[in-house]
């Protein structure tokens, strides 16, 4: 079964530190390019990081320096680490394949998101 769970979001101070885990089940991601993605109230979701299966990263612009993705295929999980979080950084954060989010039944799948606040 196909699955993908985030986890590890919450509400930190500007400045702070947040390390975010996608648990996912079904080979096809281990085998796929993985990417953390974010949407925030109004906006559309777009791509904030991207690792491939040997480990090469990609960053928006605005995350660069700040946030480090990372897998472990052993364990099945695609992490974030967030340092040096802004209130723009505020935002339901997912993962999925990349460039295209997984299709299942002709339709978009993904996880629940995990909320990410950035607040003093």
């Known amino acids: 079964q196909v699955q993908l769970v985030e986890s590890g979001g919450g509400l930190v101070q500007p400045g702070g530190s947040l390390r975010l885990s996608c648990a996912h089940s079904?080979?096809?991601?281990?085998?796929?390019?993985m990417g953390w993605y974010r949407q925030a109230p109004g906006k559309q979701r777009g791509l904030v990081a991207r690792?491939?299966?040997?480990?090469?990263?990609n960053y928006a612009d605005s995350v660069k320096g700040r946030f480090t993705i990372s897998r472990d295929g052993a364990k099945n999980t695609v992490y974030l680490q967030m340092d040096s979080l802004e209130p723009e950084d505020t935002a339901v954060y997912y993962c999925n394949t990349y460039p295209a989010p997984l299709r299942i039944r002709n339709r978009d799948y993904w996880g629940q998101g995990t909320q990410v606040t950035v607040s003093s």
């Open positions: 079904g080979s096809i991601f281990s085998s796929s390019v």
């Open positions: 690792i491939t299966t040997r480990g090469t990263t």
